[in-house]
């Protein structure tokens, strides 16, 4: 237990801290509530219309695949990585990675093709 007592404290310590700067302001702050200081601040711009129109779905499209093509980047440096390290992938098994890895990528490009042949990257397109 004795070993211990260090994170005992240093947690009381961070928690105690938090605490005390999410309450210490609500207690020491002026509150001098206007209208100007309550309206929503839109980066320096008056707000104009409502905020919970929806968005249009090419959006959400380009949010996939800027995900779908982060994602392969994750799985894609790895890979690199490990290749060329001496002490990664054994060398009989390094044409296979390597296979495996222009597969992945071709699909990815050929998804790539496919997207920009419906047009989801075209914004002016109706």
Same mark, same amino acid.
């Given at each position: 237990?004795?070993?211990?007592? #260090? /994170? &005992?404290?240093? &947690?009381?310590?961070?928690?105690?801290?938090?605490?005390?700067?999410? /309450?210490?302001?609500?207690? !020491?702050? #002026?509150? *001098?509530?206007?209208? /100007?200081?309550?309206? #929503?601040?839109?980066?320096?711009?008056?707000? %104009?219309?409502?905020?919970?129109?929806?968005?249009?779905?090419?959006?959400?499209?380009i949010a996939i695949l800027f995900l779908v093509f982060d /994602?392969? &980047?994750?799985? %894609?440096? #790895?890979?690199? !990585?490990? &290749?060329?390290?001496?002490?990664? %992938?054994?060398?009989?098994?390094?044409?296979?990675?390597l296979a495996v890895l222009l597969v992945l990528i071709a699909t990815l490009g050929v998804a790539y093709l496919?997207?920009?042949?419906?047009? %989801?990257?075209?914004?002016? *397109?109706?």
């Amino acid at each position: 237990m004795a070993n211990y007592l #260090p /994170i &005992l404290i240093y &947690l009381v310590a961070v928690i105690g801290f938090a605490a005390v700067s999410l /309450i210490l302001p609500h207690i !020491v702050a #002026p509150k *001098r509530p206007t209208r /100007i200081k309550d309206m #929503p601040y839109e980066s320096g711009m008056d707000p %104009v219309g409502d905020a919970r129109k929806p968005f249009d779905v090419k959006f959400y499209l380009i949010a996939i695949l800027f995900l779908v093509f982060d /994602i392969e &980047l994750l799985f %894609v440096y #790895p890979w690199a !990585v490990s &290749l060329l390290a001496p002490d990664g %992938v054994p060398q009989d098994f390094r044409a296979a990675v390597l296979a495996v890895l222009l597969v992945l990528i071709a699909t990815l490009g050929v998804a790539y093709l496919v997207a920009y042949r419906k047009g %989801v990257f075209d914004w002016r *397109r109706k």
